[in-house]
């Protein structure tokens, strides 16, 4: 009987043994580690396999900026652009000519401006007289190019002149006068560029009483324009219209709006 009771209980240790090795929580702890750890490392392949392909190397990113760059600035051009953004350039480049101006010049500053379409595209040059005073005025011709770029054509003239057309072949003059000397200058469009194509000189007298007598005569004709000017430092800006009529008009400040 003592046997019976003695095989029972050892079988009772031994299947408590193995109940404890099956059913644990360490075993089955280990088995959902394991399975999160796969499923990690495969969403980390996932996604590293992803940024691989969807990564763009930096020298195409840049060349595709520079090419979307390039396809807009052509669809500006092509699509009328240069017109519409004329303006905004001409504005900028004079107002910065008359800042220019006043850094250089104790606050003081004289600008001519006015506008003629010399090479007949449909934009008109920007005509650009600047300095403290006529002794050291500078006119430069601005064109607004193919490229939406403005060129600068060069110094063409100085101080005592005034902006003004041939009546008979359309093409741009400067009058220069001073001290009862004067001098009607012609220039011609050829090669992108204006080029001098001679020039009539006179003196005033009796027979030639004034400027415009000759300027009659000869068919030349003011191109109307802007002249702004600041004497003092710390002195007010005034801007006058000169229409090709003779009639004026006095704006207050540095006036951008006149368009020629």
């Known amino acids: ?37 796969t499923a990690a490392v495969t969403d980390e392949a996932a996604t590293e396999a992803a940024e691989t392909t969807t990564e763009i190397p930096a020298e195409t990113a840049a060349a595709t900026e520079a090419e979307t760059e390039t396809d807009t600035h052509e669809a500006n051009v092509s699509a009328g ?53 006529e002794a050291d005025y500078q006119i430069h011709i601005y064109r607004f190019d193919e490229d939406c770029e403005l060129k600068d054509l060069g110094t063409f003239g100085g101080g005592h002149t005034s902006f003004c057309y041939d009546e008979n072949t359309g093409d741009f003059v400067l009058l220069w006068g001073h001290m009862g000397t004067a001098s009607i200058m012609y220039y011609e469009w050829e090669n992108g560029t204006l080029v001098s194509k001679g ?62």
Request: glycine content about 8%; aromatic content about 10%; overall charge negative.
């Open 81 to 133: 652009g240069r017109m519409d953004m004329y303006p905004a350039v001409y504005k900028e480049k004079i107002r910065s000519a008359f800042e220019q101006m006043e850094n250089e010049h104790d606050g003081m500053a004289s600008i001519v401006y006015a506008f003629r379409d010399l090479d007949a595209d449909g934009i008109p040059e920007l005509l650009l007289k600047y300095g403290s005073c």
């Open 199 to 260: 020039s009539y000189d006179f003196t005033l007298d009796e027979q030639t009483p004034s400027y415009d007598t000759v300027l009659d005569e000869k068919g030349i004709r003011y191109i109307e324009c802007v002249s702004a000017n600041k004497f003092i430092l710390d002195g007010e800006i005034k801007s006058w219209i000169y229409h090709s009529n003779g009639e004026s008009e006095e704006k207050d400040g540095l006036y951008l709006d006149f368009t020629g």
């Open 1 to 37: 009987m003592k046997k019976a009771i003695a095989i029972v209980c050892f079988s009772a240790i031994v299947l408590t043994g193995c109940g404890k090795t099956v059913t644990g929580g360490e075993s089955s702890n280990n088995t959902t580690t394991a399975a999160n750890t």
